[in-house]
């Protein structure tokens, strides 16, 4: 058996490219003590993939050149010598773009429970950041109306259900009316705007007639700072993503912060690692709530490893359709 990964070759300027990474060859890693080998069946694929491979300081170290992509996966065992794990359990990893790997920083998934890609989405991570943010920062209460951007995607599409869930008003904003149409259809939102038909600030007012009591805020840049306009008094943003900005060259400039002071906005960002602690908490709410068909979730998925970067680039200009994936096996 031969492992293959993907490397960075170079870090993009702007908007990123296939040249911007490298796919090798490498031998099969063997397992030391503690460790077990696993082989990659998902892998995920998340927009902070972009800040990881810029040169800008971020909350956690970049991804050197030549040195394997950053990624969450799930896997299976093939062999264990750490006596938590064997050989056959599913496994979720911080392994990265390749098919094989070592570590004993893993921890056991089920599959009976879930199919083993929601680990990566609706359970996992992006899942876990829509609960913490919400439910934490965002602090709703039942009545108020709730907007959430990048609304049909793996964050966004949680938000929202979540939202109706503990009896908001949920409201979507997404590109385009396909999209539109399976938040509000499909997922249950209120409301959503389509922010490319160019009304957005109509059309939000529109859609949320008693003003926004919180914002969860994926997108950034325009978006955020026309939102800002119509949010209510004492009203939350909670800055979780800003996906707007990071393929941008130069940072956007808000114009409408004036809205914070006059209305008391409370506008936090978050990082969904500073409730690790409670993940347990999150997973199995979100395992509830998916069990009694309260949550729903869609998944865009590309085939094989040497399409991981093709992924990542539509992923960061919106073709992706809920939360996308990588099927290695
Ligand atoms: N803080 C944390 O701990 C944390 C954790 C996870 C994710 N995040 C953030 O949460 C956000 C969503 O992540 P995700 O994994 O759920 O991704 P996602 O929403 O599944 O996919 C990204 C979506 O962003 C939208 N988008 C991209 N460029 C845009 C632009 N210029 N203007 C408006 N919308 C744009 C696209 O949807 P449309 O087609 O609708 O435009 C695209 O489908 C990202 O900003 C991410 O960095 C933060």
């Not at 911080?94 to 199919?115: D, F, H, M, N």
């Not at 209120?190 to 914002?215: I, Q, T």
Request: proline share 3%.
């Amino acid at each position: 058996m031969e492992n293959r990964r993907v490397v960075l070759a170079s870090r993009p300027a702007g908007w990123v490219t296939e040249d911007n990474f490298r796919i090798e060859s490498a031998t099969l890693p063997s397992p030391g003590e503690g460790e077990v080998l696993v082989k990659n069946l998902w892998l995920s694929l998340d927009p902070y993939m972009r800040g990881r491979i810029s040169e800008a300081k971020s909350y956690v170290k970049g991804v050197e050149l030549g040195e394997v992509m950053v990624g969450q996966t799930v896997g299976e065992v093939l062999e264990s010598k750490n006596a938590k794990f064997k050989k056959g359990d599913h496994v979720l990893t911080q392994l990265g773009w390749q098919l094989y790997g070592v570590s004993k920083e893993i921890t056991k998934v089920e599959a009976s429970r879930a199919p083993l890609s929601y680990y990566l989405g609706v359970l996992g991570m992006p899942g876990m950041t829509a609960y913490f943010g919400l439910k934490e920062l965002g602090q709703p209460k039942a009545g108020e109306t709730v907007v959430v951007s990048a609304a049909s995607g793996a964050v966004g599409s949680v938000v929202g259900q979540l939202a109706k869930i503990w009896g908001c008003r949920a409201v979507g904003i997404a590109g385009g009316p396909e999209k539109c149409g399976y938040v509000t259809r499909e997922l249950g939102f209120d409301a959503c705007v389509d922010y490319k038909a160019g009304n957005l600030h109509r059309d939000l007012k529109a859609a949320c007639p008693k003003g926004v009591d919180v914002l969860f805020e994926n997108v950034g840049g325009e978006i955020l700072d026309s939102v800002l306009r119509q949010m209510n008094l004492f009203s939350r943003v909670v800055v979780c993503g800003l996906i707007a900005e990071y393929n941008a060259t130069e940072p956007y400039g808000y114009k409408n912060m004036r809205a914070v002071l006059v209305n008391r906005i409370r506008m936090q960002g978050m990082i969904v690692f500073d409730w690790k602690e409670r993940y347990g908490e999150a997973l199995q709410a979100l395992a509830g709530y998916l069990a009694a068909g309260r949550l729903k979730t869609r998944e865009s998925v590309v085939q094989g490893l040497e399409n991981a970067p093709r992924g990542l680039i539509s992923l960061l200009k919106g073709g992706n359709f809920g939360k996308q994936l990588v099927k290695l096996a």
